[in-house]
């Protein structure tokens, strides 16, 4: 379970440092830092605009929430085991709602999150779902410059163009709003690990399957 550094420190050096080794690694020659990224403050941002991104049944009884990072292993770990059997048995079947929500440890997993939203809700979670699986790969490529290249592929291969990738990474207003939405989030639910969840209002650890089916099932009152 990764620990989350002070929201404030942490948020301050994925802004100032991480657009600069973004811009790096394009494959545009010509690329610049993304602008005004050192100026994020999270009280100063309007974050009204960051969509949330929802699967199942957004009605249901039963709301969670995912608080993740794309490079957190333990959060890869659940995508690839109880999150699929959670999807087929309670998000596909509408039984409860499911909200996923981006933590950034570091200004790799801002990198990824940028691409993941960058061609909107539609395919938000297949390119999670591609992050995820692959993440011992493109989070391990070595370079700033590499890992960028890495995601960009990801990118492409979700069907997006080179040039609407870049517009995404180069993005520093959003980059500004991204940072201030997970701050004010991570604060108001009190995360400290990925991957954490909140349920109903309730925050809880990880768990295995088997834990989170009865915990569902208890406050779906089956």
Same mark, same amino acid.
């Given at each position: 379970?990764? @620990?989350?550094?002070?929201?404030?420190?942490?948020?301050?050096?994925?802004?100032?440092?991480?657009?600069? =080794?973004?811009?790096?690694?394009?494959?545009?020659?010509?690329?610049?830092?993304? &602008?005004?990224?050192?100026?994020?403050?999270?009280?100063?941002?309007?974050?009204?605009?960051?969509?949330?991104?929802?699967?199942?049944? &957004?009605?249901?009884?039963?709301?969670?929430?995912? =608080?993740?990072?794309?490079? $957190?292993?333990? $959060?890869?770990? #659940?995508?690839?085991?109880?999150?699929?059997?959670?999807?087929?048995?309670?998000?596909?079947?509408? @039984?409860?709602? #499911?909200? #996923?929500?981006?933590?950034?440890?570091?200004? #790799?997993?801002?990198?990824?999150?940028?691409?993941?939203? $960058?061609?909107?809700?539609?395919?938000?979670?297949?390119? %999670?779902?591609?992050?995820? @699986?692959?993440?011992?790969?493109?989070? /391990?490529?070595?370079?700033?410059?590499?890992?960028?290249?890495?995601? /960009?592929?990801?990118? /492409?291969?979700?069907?997006?163009?080179?040039?609407?990738?870049?517009? $995404?990474? %180069?993005?520093?207003?959003?980059?500004?709003?991204?940072?201030?939405? =997970?701050?004010?989030?991570?604060? @108001?639910?009190?995360? /400290?690990?990925? &991957?954490?969840?909140?349920?109903?209002?309730?925050?809880?650890?990880?768990?295995? =399957?088997?834990?989170?089916?009865?915990?569902?099932?208890?406050?779906?009152?089956?």
């Amino acid at each position: 379970m990764n @620990k989350i550094l002070p929201i404030g420190a942490v948020a301050l050096a994925l802004v100032a440092g991480g657009a600069w =080794y973004m811009t790096q690694g394009a494959s545009t020659p010509g690329s610049t830092a993304l &602008p005004g990224a050192a100026n994020a403050q999270s009280a100063d941002v309007d974050t009204s605009s960051v969509i949330e991104m929802v699967e199942g049944n &957004p009605e249901a009884a039963v709301q969670v929430i995912e =608080y993740a990072s794309f490079t $957190c292993p333990h $959060c890869a770990s #659940f995508h690839e085991n109880t999150y699929k059997q959670l999807k087929a048995d309670y998000i596909d079947t509408g @039984k409860i709602g #499911f909200t #996923f929500r981006e933590v950034y440890f570091d200004k #790799f997993g801002m990198w990824a999150s940028m691409i993941a939203r $960058c061609d909107g809700p539609e395919k938000f979670f297949g390119i %999670t779902d591609m992050m995820m @699986k692959g993440q011992s790969t493109w989070a /391990r490529a070595g370079s700033e410059g590499a890992i960028a290249d890495e995601l /960009r592929k990801i990118g /492409r291969l979700a069907g997006m163009e080179s040039e609407q990738i870049e517009a $995404c990474l %180069t993005d520093g207003d959003k980059l500004q709003t991204l940072v201030a939405w =997970y701050q004010q989030n991570a604060t @108001k639910d009190e995360i /400290r690990s990925t &991957p954490s969840f909140v349920i109903n209002g309730e925050l809880y650890s990880n768990m295995s =399957y088997a834990d989170f089916k009865a915990l569902l099932d208890e406050k779906l009152g089956e």
